[in-house]
């Protein structure tokens, strides 16, 4: 519109000109005039055409608005004729995160236990262009949408979502499930307006007595799985000494069923011809008194 107000006052100054050179009567004025006053409804009637035509560029959405009335078709992507006199809102329909310029929101939230944690959140986010007309109308320019739907749908997505977890869930190494949960609640509060592509949860802060109280409780934690982690060696250990302990009663009752007094005398007969010469060796016999004999030597 403000563009259209500069064209016609160009075309003005051009048929002024025209008029003052024509009114001064003389030759040489009036033919510089007259190049002049063309030159200026030239350039504005080429702005007014130029404001015919509407770019919208790639990735953005067009929302076309006149005398106060919203043309509720958006305008695609390309070039579009339109009514010199109209203005044209470009918005962008692209992935953007909020806040801009990889920032961060920080929110205070209360657990489900009624503690205050400050959360440092950040989203990525998408305008829908169908509905651009409509949020226009009812909100204003794209940085207003923003302030009025993105950020308040964050803060009360994110409060409400906290809300249902404990302190525990909050600090637990597992932020994706708390991020999901925002994602869900930050959507259900923008509705259709806006598409939430992803949360992400920087950083949650605790007050220093809950801090140290849960630092104290992970440490213990830990403690006790490393006493369990031990338990099970010895346990393991103890296991291993039974089966081998097992296996050596099962061995020695498989040679104590296996030595017969046949297999002796045999073992014993065998043995005597691997002794040398002038062994003094042990000979049994039936009435259990011992007889001793030297091996060779004639004697």
């Known amino acids: 519109m ?12 051009g048929a002024t000109v025209r008029t003052v050179g024509a009114a001064s009567g003389k030759a040489s004025a009036e ?8 030159g200026f409804m030239l350039a504005g009637i080429a702005l007014i055409v130029g404001n015919a035509f509407a770019v919208i560029s790639v990735g953005q959405v067009g929302v076309k608005h006149f005398l106060g009335k919203v ?32 920032g961060v929101e920080i929110i205070e939230a209360q657990t489900s236990e009624q503690l205050n944690v400050t959360l440092e959140v950040a989203i990525l986010f998408r305008l829908d262009g169908t509905v651009a007309p409509d949020l226009y109308q009812r909100l204003g320019s794209e940085e207003s949408i923003k302030s009025s739907i ?37 959507q259900s509060k923008a509705g259709d307006r806006i598409e939430v592509v992803e949360v992400f949860v920087r950083d949650v802060q605790a007050p220093p007595r809950v801090r140290e109280a849960i630092e104290a409780k992970l440490e213990r934690e830990q403690e006790v799985e490393q ?8 346990q393991e250990r103890a296991q291993q000494a039974i089966e ?39 000979v049994p016999t039936e009435g ?7 091996l060779g030597g004639g004697n």
């Not at 403000?2 to 100054?13: N, S």
């Not at 994110?158 to 637990?172: C, G, L, W, Y």
């Open 150 to 186: 993105v950020l308040n749908a964050m803060r009360n997505g994110v409060r409400d979502a906290v809300a249902t977890k404990s302190i525990n869930e909050i600090f637990s190494p597992n932020r994706r499930e708390i991020a999901s949960d925002m994602f869900e609640a930050i």
């Open 288 to 294: 259990g008194i011992p007889l001793m004999r030297q």
């Open 244 to 282: 081998e302990a097992k296996g050596i009663a099962e061995a020695q009752k498989i040679i104590s069923e296996g030595l017969t007094p046949a297999y002796l005398t045999f073992h014993y007969i065998e043995q005597l011809g691997t002794l040398p010469a002038g062994s003094v060796v042990y």
């Open 71 to 102: 043309d509720m078709v958006p305008l695609g992507e390309g070039v579009h004729l339109v009514n010199p006199l109209a203005s044209i809102e470009k918005m962008s329909v692209r992935e953007q995160s909020y806040p801009s310029g990889g």
């Open 2 to 13: 403000g563009q259209i107000i500069v064209a016609i006052f160009i075309i003005l100054i």
């Open 31 to 38: 033919g510089p005039a007259k190049v002049a006053s063309y």
């Open 227 to 234: 006493e369990r982690f031990q338990t099970e060696i010895i």
